[in-house]
């Protein structure tokens, strides 16, 4: 058991009734050390990508963290924010006037994902400070320059090569700064990607910086860092050496949301009910896919569901050889309610069930409240 969840564990034992299931709870220290550990070996700037875990009061109290800056992608996430000195970047291809308008009133740094959004914001020249603007480049564009790796999916995010220097002519011409580039290949990309990314992108900044004839000051290579990036035997000495390529006036950054958040963060649940029905046992809880819709695996061809701690009475339960397993179902009515397996022993109502690695997207990537049921709490550890 790691620290935060021997933690956790204590605080569910001592305070059972200050937490009110079902509800996540989140560790600053860990998205602390997790941010700290992926920017010290990429030695690189490192933006937190927010739409991974968007909890109001865990960004807060995190924002000192992330001092590279935060990466927002709806209005939503703009208003939630609180304004911080660290940078704010709003990059999605279907930002619309009011939200370009809404970004450049409170100074974030726009990424621009198509033509039409940098004649919007052209409309804006002259009335607000602009801050320099960074070009999303698809990664297509980086086919011309690296070999493009077999079997990756096509996207429809950023510039095409194409429209990316008409872009730069566009910004040339009507003395709009551009700061950089930022290009993105997809979650859990890096390891098998970074190398090209960063050689590509070495070309990239030669063509950038002649056409508009200075120098660029940011390039936001992307990430996709799985959570478990550390043991994936990627040589990071040998890619900072590559990056160490680039021209020293460029502020070299990565983006990340998953790798800070996923481990950081756990979600409780309270056994209500149990039943056996043919033979295959079920734990009822207070919370499912209305709360957590990732652990029900409805993305995932061969279901392999999460293993969660269980606490019973304040001790954790430990499996027998040979004894028998249970699923943990949710609330929804919907028969994909299947959040957990529990094996080696049964479940019993008041039991708690503890699953870890629920600290990215499983609270914002569940779908908007079905059947009124409620949402989950969310809860900061100390
Ligand atoms: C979602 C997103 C990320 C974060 O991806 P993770 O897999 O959570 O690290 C980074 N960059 C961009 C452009 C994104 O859209």
Request: glycine fraction near 8%; include cysteine.
């Amino acid at each position: 058991m790691n620290a935060s969840l021997e933690k956790l564990v204590a605080q569910l034992d001592q305070n059972r009734q200050q937490f009110s299931t079902p509800c996540y709870v989140y560790s600053i220290e860990d998205v602390a050390n997790n941010y700290r550990k992926l920017k010290e070996k990429l030695g690189t700037s490192l933006i937190y990508s927010l739409k991974a875990n968007s909890c109001l009061d865990l960004i807060v109290r995190c924002g000192h963290i992330f001092e590279d800056g935060i990466e927002i992608a709806s209005v939503g996430e703009l208003n939630l924010l609180p304004r911080g000195e660290s940078p704010r970047y709003i990059n999605n291809p279907s930002a619309d006037k009011s939200f370009i308008r809404a970004a450049i009133a409170s100074k974030c740094t726009l990424v621009v994902d198509n033509l039409f959004q940098l004649e919007i914001i052209r409309e804006f020249q002259g009335k607000r400070p602009i801050k320099p603007l960074i070009l999303r480049l698809n990664p297509s564009t980086l086919d011309q320059f690296v070999e493009p790796p077999a079997g990756t999916r096509k996207d429809h995010f950023g510039l095409s090569w194409k429209d990316a220097i008409r872009a730069l002519e566009t910004c040339k011409e009507h003395g709009l700064d551009v700061a950089g580039f930022h290009v993105f290949r997809g979650s859990y990309s890096f390891a098998k990607l970074a190398n090209s990314t960063a050689q590509a992108a070495l070309k990239i900044v030669e063509i950038f910086e002649d056409s508009l004839g200075y120098p660029l000051s940011l390039v936001n290579l992307g990430g996709g860092f799985n959570s478990n990036w550390e043991n994936e035997n990627f040589d990071f000495d040998q890619y900072r050496s590559l990056l160490s390529e680039f021209p020293s006036h460029i502020n070299i950054t990565h983006e990340s949301g998953r790798a800070i958040m996923e481990s950081a963060g756990y979600f409780v649940t309270e056994v209500r009910y149990v039943k056996s029905i043919e033979g295959r046992r079920y734990g009822v809880c207070n919370g499912g896919m209305a709360q957590n819709f990732l652990l029900a695996k409805t993305e995932s061809a061969f279901k392999r569901f999460s293993q969660p701690l269980i606490l019973r009475e304040g001790s954790v339960v430990k499996p027998e050889e040979e004894a028998g397993s249970c699923f943990l179902v949710g609330t929804s009515c919907n028969k994909e309610d299947v959040i957990g397996e529990v094996k080696g022993f049964d479940v019993k109502p008041g039991d708690l069930a503890i699953f870890s690695h629920c600290g990215a997207y499983n609270a914002s990537y569940t779908v908007a409240p079905f059947l009124s049921l409620p949402s989950a709490k969310s809860y900061l550890m100390e």
